[in-house]
């Protein structure tokens, strides 16, 4: 399995990548952790002219905690956002989410922002961040822009950044952590990890369990994360017994969109997320926290 | 650029090799350097046959360049053995049966020895998870799983990695 020709570039920093982008970006690809970007040329999904190794800037690397919010350089391997302590403290959703990526070998190389850029349907980090109200920064030579997940999936595998422009950093308003939960559900959910039927991220801000706020995202059931707006509304103000995390997670069924693939159809997706948001939302109300480990063993 | 002089430490020796930008970390393990252990499998980063420990993590080889890992310390199964022994790892499998085939045998042994570099006493559960994307179509993964199980003993044992 050869990989087609192309010519291969190491910017050192952030300029000299911007710089390139601007005469080359129509034809080049960027090779981060390259777990998907190598196997895609490898099946000639993509043959980019210019493949840009941009692992040596060390701009796009790190993990701060500034002020009221979380900055993640997207040369973040998921590996390395799995093991953050920053991140489980502040949002420990995406630590969650990231364990659940693949395999370990893949976690090892893979990157946030390819994540993010590669726009999988199925990927696991995109309805987290939109549960999280995360923010990313797009960087081009003319300045930088922030865009909300919902503002920066526009199609299926399609995403606002222009080939001259580069996804920055990750943003994401850091929590004080006594009266927020979360949930987080990948199905299938097996000991080997096969890509989502269908993800549910939530969090949800509670006292008494009187649910003042919630972000309810699912994810590889439709082309990009759908935020369920209106089981959100539902929410507000309630308590989450029984029969209200049931009748939410009705509405979110019903209020999303679904594709039928070869892992299930849309008939079936609507079901599950049901059975899923419902599921998180339980959780959420029992309380049972960061449960990483807990769902690793079902498989 | 096409081609570049990539320099690696490849289980404890310096090795050197010209390649185009496009060979795989794979690649040139098996036709550059000639360690024939680590193996093609599905070649897209989802069967793990192909896994080797580059600077102490375990990685896919076939999804990674070559060109991009200059400068990158590197392990196969060939730099298992140590002074002609096998090492606890490739022993534990042996007595154990935990190959038929054995061609996903180099890549367990190295998410194996990884995982035991960095805990030396896993768990079941963990030896698991470690070894989730490394994928064995005889299906031996009871026999795997416990064959690691008795190399960590051994390994704590005799104080030795």
């Known amino acids: ?299 | 650029m096409r081609v570049k002089r990539i320099k690696l430490r490849v289980n404890g020796e310096e090795r050197q090799f010209e390649a185009e930008v496009g060979l795989t970390l794979l690649e040139a393990l098996r036709d550059k350097l000639g360690l024939i252990s680590v193996k093609l499998g599905c070649g897209t980063g989802g069967c793990g046959a192909c896994t080797v420990i580059l600077n102490g993590m375990p990685v896919n080889s076939c999804i990674t360049l070559a060109a991009e890992v200059d400068g990158a310390e590197v392990t196969t199964v060939e730099g298992l053995m140590m002074n002609g022994e096998l090492h606890p790892l490739q022993q534990a499998f042996v007595e154990n049966d935990a190959l038929q085939c054995g061609f996903c045998t180099p890549g367990m042994l190295m998410a194996a020895k990884a995982l035991l570099d960095e805990r030396p006493n896993p768990s079941m559960e963990e030896i698991k998870e470690a070894l989730s994307g490394n994928l064995c179509r005889c299906g031996c993964y009871p026999r795997i799983i416990r064959a690691v199980l008795q190399a960590s003993r051994e390994i704590t044992l005799k104080g030795e990695r």
């Open chain 1, 1 to 299: 399995m050869k990989l087609p020709p192309f010519d291969y570039h190491e910017p050192r920093s952030l300029d000299e990548l911007l710089l390139f982008l601007k005469q080359h970006g129509d034809c080049s690809k960027i090779l981060a952790g390259g777990t998907n970007v190598i196997a895609q040329m490898k099946s000639r999904r993509v043959v980019p002219r210019y493949l840009i190794n941009i692992k040596n800037i060390n701009e796009l690397c790190g993990i701060t905690l500034r002020g009221s919010s979380l900055h993640i350089g997207p040369l973040t391997t998921i590996r390395e956002i799995e093991r953050s302590s920053i991140i489980k403290r502040s949002c420990p959703l995406l630590s969650h989410a990231a364990c659940e990526v693949g395999s370990p070998t893949i976690r090892n190389r893979a990157t946030i922002g390819g994540n993010l850029c590669n726009a999988s349907p199925y990927a696991n980090l995109p309805p987290a961040l939109q549960a999280l109200d995360a923010k990313l920064r797009i960087t081009g030579l003319e300045g930088n822009r922030l865009v909300s997940i919902s503002e920066f999936y526009v199609g299926r595998r399609r995403t606002v950044l222009k080939p001259t422009e580069l996804l920055s950093e990750i943003i994401i308003p850091a929590n004080s952590r006594d009266n927020i939960s979360h949930a987080f559900i990948k199905l299938p959910a097996r000991s080997y990890k096969d890509l989502a039927s269908a993800i549910v991220a939530v969090v949800v801000e509670k006292k008494y369990n009187i649910c003042s706020s919630a972000r309810i995202s699912v994810g590889a059931v439709w082309h990009f994360p759908q935020r369920a707006g209106k089981a959100e509304d539902y929410l507000r103000g309630k308590p989450l017994d029984y029969d209200v995390t049931s009748r939410a997670a009705e509405i979110a069924s019903d209020e999303l969109s679904y594709t039928t693939d070869i892992r299930a159809s849309a008939e079936y997706r609507r079901e599950v997320v049901r059975v899923l948001v419902d599921r998180a939302l339980k959780q959420v109300s029992r309380g049972v926290g960061f449960a990483c480990e807990e769902n690793k063993t079902q498989g």
